[in-house]
């Protein structure tokens, strides 16, 4: 089961992680606020069994157990209690956890001597979970300083979603802009993080396939 978790993690990480992007324009129109946090938190599961499973100390998968516990403990409770704080405190431990989980898979994709398909799979899987993060960093920014962007359509946080990877990706159409300066800054952080990404760390990993398989 390990070597199966080893060779194969990152394509059922991506799997996961392209299951709920595609799903997210379903989730706009059809899906209740609890099917939307029963999904992240499913992502959060496949995240923590296919990349924190592969951690050899155990407290530190510990620590990933937990975050996760709590992360779905917390939104599922402010579900039933509207609560700011409640908010603000699961949007905490979700970038927490993924942020974490986010360095532990760069580790294991940057740090191989031999470049596999799964290598790939993983390269591409972090990139997708950049702009996770920087999504739940946009909500959080939100949730503090309501009006931070214009553009969104109120109450639809999934919004942040499409803003983070139009934004990550630097094409920036437009439609949705950040206005307070926090926001502004983690908008043009996550199109330097998001460049240097492809042009240095991807680009350093297909030179290193390359040079492999000569």
């Known amino acids: 089961m390990l070597g199966y978790v080893k060779n194969y993690n990152f394509f059922v990480l991506l799997a996961g992680l392209l299951v709920f992007l595609l799903l997210t324009p379903v989730m706009q129109i059809h899906a209740?606020?609890?099917?939307?946090?029963?999904?992240?938190?499913?992502?959060?599961?496949?995240?923590?069994?296919?990349?924190?499973?592969?951690?050899?100390?155990?407290?530190?998968?510990?620590?990933?157990?937990?975050?996760?516990?709590?992360?779905?403990?917390?939104?599922?409770?402010?579900?039933?209690?509207?609560?700011?704080?409640?908010?603000?405190?699961?949007?905490?431990?979700?970038i927490s956890f993924f942020g974490l989980g986010l360095v532990i898979a760069g580790r294991e994709v940057f740090s191989k001597s031999s470049i596999t398909l799964n290598t790939f799979a993983g390269a591409l899987s972090l990139y997708l979970l950049l702009g996770m993060i920087w999504t739940l960093l946009y909500i959080f920014i939100n949730q503090l300083q309501p009006l931070s962007f214009n553009g969104l359509e109120q109450g639809n946080e999934l919004e942040f979603i499409y803003f983070s990877y139009i934004t990550l990706t630097s094409l920036g159409y437009g439609d949705i802009v950040a206005?307070?300066?926090?926001?502004?800054?983690?908008?043009?952080?996550?199109?330097?993080?998001?460049?240097?990404?492809?042009?240095?760390?991807?680009?350093?990993?297909?030179?290193?396939?390359?040079?492999?398989?000569?």
Do not use: N
């Not at 300066?181 to 290193?208: C, H, S």
């Open 179 to 214: 206005l307070a300066p926090v926001a502004r800054t983690l908008a043009y952080l996550e199109v330097i993080v998001g460049q240097f990404y492809m042009a240095v760390l991807v680009g350093a990993l297909v030179g290193k396939y390359i040079t492999h398989h000569k």
């Open 32 to 94: 209740s606020d609890s099917v939307r946090v029963l999904l992240l938190w499913s992502l959060c599961l496949t995240l923590l069994i296919q990349v924190w499973s592969l951690i050899e100390d155990l407290k530190l998968f510990r620590l990933g157990m937990l975050l996760t516990v709590l992360a779905f403990t917390l939104t599922a409770i402010s579900q039933f209690y509207q609560s700011d704080l409640l908010k603000l405190m699961s949007l905490i431990v979700f």
